[in-house]
């Protein structure tokens, strides 16, 4: 499923976008997932954009 957002995937992540969404779309699920799973999914997605940031940080 592709964002509407105009922006890169890199772009959406230092914004916090994705990470916004995903927990947004989270709470209007209707689907009661185990909690762990959840905030593990979460934890990852930030891991995932500090590390972006430092790799965009080490290009420039």
């Given amino acids: ?3 509407l ?3 890169t ?3 959406r ?3 916090g ?3 916004i969404g995903f927990e947004r779309k989270l709470l209007h699920s209707k689907i009661r997932r185990g909690q762990a799973a959840i905030k593990k999914k979460i934890v990852t ?3 995932q954009r500090k590390e972006l940031i430092r790799e965009l940080k080490e290009k420039k």
Avoid: A, N, Q, T
């Fill in 13 to 15: 992540i230092l914004c």
């Fill in 17 to 19: 976008l994705d990470i």
């Fill in 1 to 3: 499923m592709e964002s």
């Fill in 45 to 47: 997605l930030k891991v």
């Fill in 5 to 7: 957002v105009p922006f």
């Fill in 9 to 11: 995937k890199e772009e």
